[in-house]
């Protein structure tokens, strides 16, 4: 049967030497016919070195601009891109594209971006893919590359004889673990992960979660996985943050997020959730998610929130619940225990 | 058969000639050895095989009665799906509906075969064409069967779409699929398959596009419209989890067969096939311990439709394989439990 993973306690003071990236008060704003989108707004956090972070959010609430952000993919209708990201202490957001293309990307930071099975090149053979970023980024031979493509391979349970093979030639679940060796291949501090799963069958989703805690526990890799489906990023959670119309509204660690989080639409969230083993009916948040045009200027969950009252009308600071616990929400003014709106979560 | 469907009273008697099935006695639908195989060649012409999409599957649905599909991509459901709809003709076997069977049924028969079965599409966007709006959209399949009047159309239309609750239904007439949201797109979607007052409804993945908070409130929509219309269902999908909302019964569906049946409750509570049991513990419920252990699944990837394996088709990837018996002879049928059947020599 399944055997147990090494559970690493990270102490909070350990933790604070331990950081691994620091980003506050990340802004990404695009210029549109329309206006200004305000994708990620004021975004901060703070990753652990052989953490996994993971980030929830809805379609459109700006996750993906946010790994964009931090890769510095950007598109060319970028309006606004400010705040402060800190690699191991070392400043990206001001670092010139050229110094970040040959230093970071790739060999620091690498991604694997959202239906990444579809993103390979049809017309490579996948083992030169999975060589590629070796010999453009470390400078590495083609033999030397293609003998650390097929530890790749092995690392993520494709076989190496498959190194030879076209895209075409694989199925969904071997091409995204192929996505996996080539993010992996350089042994990045930290791997983007964006939607790795979501495409999938229900099987080949438990066995990309597997390999990516095999990496984590043996790589020391660091993630984000930026996903919408909660129950899956439990797999890899060590915490959580949670996204919400272009802003994190909560922080908060696995343990104690997966039982019951803090932020009223966490909870319309997790409340969301059908289960399997409980009996329980999920329910469902009422209303859309705001525009990211004009978002509205108190909580941007207000509208659609049970808990609302007066002061929802202007924007909540972030409250400091516990050691790493952040939660952007009135009701925590004076209250450091989850108020609970969902019988369901009790 | 007279199927000249022009108005909706003419179906009424239609209906009351051709149905012994509201008593119960004859099931709406009757899906016999069915066999989807299409055919593979090479360079064009030579034969080269088959894809043994649907293998040989058989069940009854009754008026009224829902059931779900579940399966991996590639398994042959929604091949299943589309036989049971007529778009695909079958090789061997059977759909039966109210008695009718589809190879029988005419170009005129076919027309009302499709106006008693609505579809309810996996991917909300690509279903809807872009360049019609919503009430254009819910006025084709009604001027497809001939209801002349504007204003019977339009109540119509406007009676669907309060029971989607598309409300207030002025504002949605008029918007163009790409001013809708996902859920709402998915509203557009299920009012279109209703329009008609079909007697079953084929779901393929309803929800799987659209978010988690969205996700429930269709289900629910659907479970709601089925119940209170008394319409069968047909839900399709690949997540166990969704089940429970519809269907009393649920069938799990490998490589072209049905090898699980059994009502939903029984199924999540004691799964007997393999390959039921490893499905089930792959889904994940939210919870803190999941990322501290492995998750247990079987080696290898779904076989080939081409050139399914002998014997049982999962026992390649099955740890209670028995050689000789479980690579060499298909498993029929067995029942270990009354209303639980399962095709796996385990239970034999």
Redesign the interface.
């Known amino acids: 049967?399944?055997?147990?993973?090494r559970?690493t306690e990270l102490s909070p003071n350990g933790a604070e030497s331990n950081t691994l990236l620091q980003v506050e008060n990340l802004k990404l704003y695009f210029r549109t016919t329309r206006g200004v989108v305000q994708a990620v707004d004021g975004v901060s956090f703070e990753l652990a070195r052989n953490e996994?972070m993971v980030i929830l959010g809805?379609?459109g609430c700006g996750k993906t601009s946010l790994a964009r952000a931090l890769l510095r993919l950007l598109p060319r209708n970028v309006e606004h891109f400010g705040g402060s990201v800190l690699l191991d202490g070392q400043e990206l957001v001001g670092m010139s594209e050229e110094e970040f293309r040959q230093d970071i990307r790739w060999l620091r930071i690498s991604f694997v971006p959202q239906a990444a099975m579809n993103a390979l090149n049809p017309v490579l053979r996948v083992g030169d893919q999975v060589a590629e970023p070796l010999m453009e980024h470390v400078g590495m031979g083609k033999s030397q590359a293609l003998e650390q493509a097929a530890a790749a391979f092995r690392n993520v349970g494709v076989p190496v004889d498959f190194l030879e093979r076209y895209a075409f030639e694989l199925?969904?679940?071997?091409r995204q673990r192929v996505a996996i060796a080539m993010a992996m291949v350089t042994n990045p501090a930290l791997i983007l992960l964006d939607e790795p799963t979501s495409a999938l069958?229900?099987?080949?989703?438990?066995?990309i979660?597997?390999v990516l805690?095999?990496i984590k526990k043996e790589h020391d890799t660091s993630y984000i996985l930026i996903t919408?489906?909660?129950?899956?990023?439990?797999?890899?959670?060590?915490r959580v943050a949670v996204m919400y119309a272009g802003q994190i509204v909560e922080v908060n660690d696995?343990?104690?997020?997966?039982?019951i989080p803090f932020h009223p639409y966490a909870q319309?969230?997790?409340a969301?959730?059908?289960?399997?083993?409980?009996k329980q009916e999920?329910?469902?948040?009422?209303g859309?998610p705001p525009s990211l045009l004009n978002p509205p200027t108190g909580c941007r969950f207000a509208e659609r929130c049970p808990a609302r009252f007066e002061k929802c009308s202007q924007e909540p600071p972030v409250y400091e619940v516990g050691p790493r616990q952040l939660v952007k929400c009135w009701l925590y003014e004076n209250e450091t225990k989850p108020v609970v709106l969902h019988e369901t979560l009790a | 058969m007279s199927t000249q469907i022009d108005q909706n009273a003419q179906t009424e008697t239609e209906v009351a000639v051709a149905t012994p099935s509201q008593d119960g006695k004859t099931p709406l639908l009757q899906v016999k050895d069915l066999h989807t195989w299409f055919e593979l060649r090479r360079w064009g012409f030579g034969h080269a095989g088959y894809v043994r999409a649907v293998d040989g599957v058989s069940f009854e649905l009754r008026a009224g009665d829902a059931i779900a599909v579940v399966g991996e991509s590639g398994c042959g459901k929604s091949s299943l799906m589309k036989t049971i709809l007529g778009l695909h003709r079958p090789t061997k076997g059977e759909v039966i509906f109210e008695g009718k069977s589809l190879s029988q049924l005419d170009r005129e028969g076919m027309r009302w075969y499709h106006s008693q079965v609505g579809y309810v599409q996996q991917d909300p966007f690509g279903a809807l064409p872009p360049f019609m709006s919503v009430r254009r959209i819910l006025e084709e399949p009604l001027i497809v069967n001939g209801v002349r009047s504007r204003s019977e159309r339009l109540d119509r239309v406007r009676e669907v779409m309060e029971e989607v609750r598309l409300l207030p239904v002025g504002d949605f007439l008029n918007k163009f699929p790409h001013q809708l949201s996902g859920g709402q797109q998915q509203r557009v979607v299920i009012a279109r398959a209703m329009i008609l007052r079909p007697k079953l409804i084929v779901a393929d993945e309803p929800v799987s596009m659209l978010d988690a908070s969205v996700r429930v409130e269709i289900l629910r929509l659907l479970q709601s419209l089925q119940r209170s219309h008394d319409i069968a269902l047909i839900y399709i999908t690949h997540d166990l989890s969704t089940v429970r909302y519809f269907a009393r019964r649920v069938f799990v569906m490998y490589a072209g067969n049905l090898i699980e049946q059994a009502e939903v409750d029984e199924l999540l509570r004691e799964p007997m096939h393999p390959y039921s049991q490893a499905l089930l513990s792959a889904i994940s419920d939210p919870d803190p311990r999941n990322a501290h252990v492995y998750r247990d699944v079987p080696p290898g990837e779904p076989p080939s439709l081409v050139n399914p394996p002998a014997g049982c088709r999962f026992h390649p990837r099955c740890a209670q394989r028995e050689e000789g018996l479980c690579d060499v002879d298909v498993p029929p049928d067995f029942e270990p439990v009354p209303g639980h059947f399962t095709k796996c020599w385990l239970y034999r």
């Open positions: 049967m399944s055997d147990e993973l559970v996994a809805e379609s199925s969904g679940g071997m069958d229900v099987l080949t989703q438990a066995n979660m597997n805690k095999r919408h489906d909660i129950a899956t990023s439990s797999e890899l959670a060590d696995a343990e104690h997020f997966f039982r319309g969230l997790m969301s959730v059908p289960r399997i083993r409980q999920p329910t469902f948040i009422p859309q």
